[in-house]
């Protein structure tokens, strides 16, 4: 391991995801095990330019392996977009004499880490912390296995009510720009269709499904749709549903932010643990512009310029399975 760097600060920026604070834990005690001293940077960006940083250990981060959100806690900032702000920010790393960071987050997060090497040349190196899984680089990010398993057992408890009623419900997720909560949790709870960002369904072939389900004696319906549903979002789809036929017994739960806390799951606190200490290592190794990710079930370290702007894509295999189990 290269001795160059002394001091590494951690930070979580963006949205919160479930295994934040484990990867906050394996960055923290893979640091203290390689004897480098440790930092935390409160709220993000904003708390690099306000000189929110503070010494951590061992210690520190004990007893939050299964604890949701993020310790650090996490904020937007608006300063950090401007040149002013960021001389303000590596001015404050400079005075603890931070030689190296860790960020925790989505695009956005690693768009502003990018900025700082370029501009200062900070070794710097991110791990992906957003329940959307929706960056490239990476089979899985933090926080998703999480959020899919909470939709999942929301599902699972509506459709005892709409069998109990024979209803028709519209079941909104998270996803504004991906669809993966809303394929993954519509296959495993069992969903007549899933309304995805990715996929341009049009109303008639939604309207056309659930009607064969009536046709079939189908006692129940879930209809799953991602947040950023181009044919609108649960309610407006309720809506539409309803103005064509009074056959259907509707009713609409949006999941919202139920979806972002509680306790990680085991997946996601190992996949955080391995991503965090990956990270420590890589920037030991003189790695830096990267994203630590998994692939195949292996680590490895994507450049920026491979990851910003760029999306995993969702699996047409995964499509074509939710179409053939809908019936």
Do not use: W
């Amino acid at each position: 391991m290269s001795s160059s760097i002394q001091k590494i600060a951690v930070f979580t920026s963006g949205g919160d995801a479930p295994g934040m604070n484990a990867a906050i834990r394996a960055v923290v005690r893979a640091a203290t095990y390689y004897k480098k001293e440790v930092f935390g940077i409160m709220r993000g960006y904003e708390g690099m330019i306000e000189d929110e940083i503070v010494k951590l250990g061992s210690r520190s981060v004990g007893n939050i392996l299964q604890r949701g959100g993020t310790i650090l806690k996490t904020a937007r900032s608006e300063a950090f977009r401007t040149v002013e702000g960021r001389a303000r920010a590596i001015q404050n790393l400079r005075k603890q004499g931070i030689d190296g960071v860790v960020a925790i987050g989505g695009d956005g997060t690693f768009t502003g880490l990018h900025k700082l090497f370029e501009e200062y040349n900070l070794p710097a190196i991110c791990i992906p912390g957003t329940i959307d899984n929706d960056l490239a680089g990476t089979d899985f990010t933090i926080g998703y296995d999480t959020a899919t398993n909470t939709a999942v057992e929301a599902i699972d408890r509506i459709r005892d009510t709409a069998l109990s009623h024979n209803r028709l419900f519209f079941i909104e997720v998270m996803g504004r720009h991906s669809g993966y909560i809303a394929i993954n949790s519509g296959i495993a709870g069992g969903a007549v269709a899933v309304i995805i960002p990715e996929e341009q369904m049009s109303f008639e072939s939604l309207f056309n499904l659930l009607q064969e389900g009536g046709k079939t004696n189908k006692k129940s319906s879930l209809v799953v749709v991602a947040e950023g549903s181009k044919l609108g979002g649960a309610n407006e789809l309720a809506r539409l549903v309803a103005e064509r036929s009074s056959y259907f017994d509707i009713k609409v739960t949006i999941l919202g932010h139920l979806q972002r806390g509680g306790a990680p799951t085991y997946f996601d606190r190992v996949l955080a643990s391995r991503m965090g200490v990956a990270a420590v290592e890589g920037l030991l190794q003189g790695k830096t512009d990267v994203m630590v990710g998994i692939r195949n079930n292996q680590m490895v370290y994507n450049p920026f310029h491979e990851v910003i702007g760029h999306t995993h894509e969702i699996d047409p295999e995964s499509l074509r399975i939710a179409k053939i189990l809908s019936i």
